[in-house]
């Protein structure tokens, strides 16, 4: 997959990192981990060049911020 320039210019795995102004929401799921932490993942896709990326948030040492999704991850095909 191709990314458009705005989406290379998206800092990755850094908390509190802006998104761009293409990402589309198109999921957000919450968990709880017991004992732990609140987790909230949103999943964008980009309307320029179809990306789709996740943003976790986490009071925890996991990876914060933005990931780029593999594409065989998703099933749709636009
Ligand atoms: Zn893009």
Do not use: N
């Amino acid at each position: 997959m191709l990314l458009c320039a705005t989406c290379l210019a998206v800092l990755r795995d850094a908390s509190g990192a802006p998104g761009h102004l293409s990402l589309r929401i198109i999921d957000t799921r919450r968990s709880k981990i017991p004992r732990s932490v609140t987790v909230t993942i949103s999943t964008f896709r980009c309307s320029d060049c179809g990306a789709i990326w996740r943003y976790r948030e986490a009071k925890d040492s996991g990876p914060q911020g933005w990931a780029l999704v593999p594409s065989d991850e998703t099933s749709d095909g636009g």
